[in-house]
């Protein structure tokens, strides 16, 4: 929203999104060393093990003015080239690495340079876990609309239902690709949400029959979604979307058309006419 509808970033936005990525780029290299202590492997190039350690031991500090070190971020690039990270990816359902964990890698020793400044495309990438509400004001046309981030838990869910009171549309985001892996939490649950993975999807969904077709694949996942839709008799229109891909105008036009017509309904119910 922020690159689509407000311009974009300032130079001072996108360096508060540094220490965030940071951490992704670490916490990511970090996950496969640990993965790879629990296959029982090590790296292939014999200097790549003393890099894995490094890269175990090293630390993000969270003030304004740290800077990745560039021997780590060199560390990770190694790492990451070495023979054996095609058989722990292989694995990657049997622990959590954040899906931009391969873009990071690919990026590191730009991100590892003292006057490193992200892109819009490393910040569509970041991941952090949110825990707070926040909002966000636009124009589209005549109309003003107000999205409002609901970043917590369910657990958490009587602190934030009372958002929900007067709100006309709700966007709710699924990431296809976490059908089978374990959540960041450490929670041993399977999500239902799916499928770009190693992992078969009918291991997780037994009633699915349509192979390793993706488009079958995202179509058996919407059918189950809207099933829980239907119970509520909810107005609902899906979308499949690469989110991190600003070009793609589709699915801002095509959501926020059902924003639209979502709140003019309401405008009519209110007045009546319908």
């Given at each position: ?8 970033f ?5 360096m508060?999104?540094?220490?965030t ?5 670490l916490?990511?290299?970090?996950a496969?060393?640990r993965?790879?202590?629990n296959?029982?492997?090590?790296c292939?190039?014999?200097a790549n093990?003393t890099?894995a350690?490094?890269i ?9 003015d ?17 023979t ?14 954040m899906?931009?964990a391969?873009?990071?890698f690919?990026e590191v ?6 006057d490193?400044?992200?892109t ?41 239902i ?5 709100v006309p549309?709700i ?8 059908y089978n ?9 399977e ?8 992992a078969?999807?009918e291991?997780?969904?037994?009633d699915?029959t349509?192979s ?5 694949a ?9 099933q ?6 909810l107005s609902v229109?899906p979308?499949?979307t ?30 009546r006419?319908?």
């Amino acid at each position: 929203m922020k690159i689509t509808h407000q311009n974009g970033f300032t130079k001072n936005e996108l360096m508060m999104f540094r220490p965030t990525i940071y951490r992704n780029t670490l916490d990511s290299a970090q996950a496969i060393v640990r993965q790879m202590h629990n296959m029982n492997v090590e790296c292939v190039t014999f200097a790549n093990r003393t890099f894995a350690e490094r890269i175990i031991e090293y630390r993000v500090e969270s003030t304004p003015d740290f800077v990745f070190s560039a021997d780590i971020a060199r560390a990770i690039h190694e790492l990451w080239q070495d023979t054996i990270i095609p058989k722990v990816m292989d694995c990657s359902s049997q622990f959590y690495i954040m899906d931009s964990a391969s873009y990071f890698f690919t990026e590191v020793l730009r991100i590892g340079t003292p006057d490193y400044i992200p892109t819009e495309n490393d910040v569509l990438r970041a991941q952090a876990k949110t825990t707070g509400i926040t909002s966000t004001r636009f124009n589209m046309g005549q109309i003003s609309v107000h999205i409002i981030d609901i970043g917590v838990q369910l657990s958490q869910l009587r602190k934030w239902i009372h958002y929900f009171e007067h709100v006309p549309s709700i966007i709710f985001c699924a990431a296809l690709s976490e059908y089978n892996q374990e959540l960041l939490e450490g929670k041993n649950q399977e999500s239902l949400i799916l499928f770009e993975s190693v992992a078969p999807i009918e291991k997780y969904f037994p009633d699915y029959t349509g192979s390793a077709d993706v488009n079958k694949a995202a179509k058996y996942i919407l059918w189950k979604f809207m099933q829980a839709c239907n119970r509520g008799r909810l107005s609902v229109y899906p979308h499949l979307t690469q989110a991190t891909d600003t070009t793609d105008t589709t699915l801002f036009r095509l959501v926020f058309a059902a924003v639209k017509e979502t709140i003019l309904q309401n405008i009519l119910k209110d007045s009546r006419i319908l």
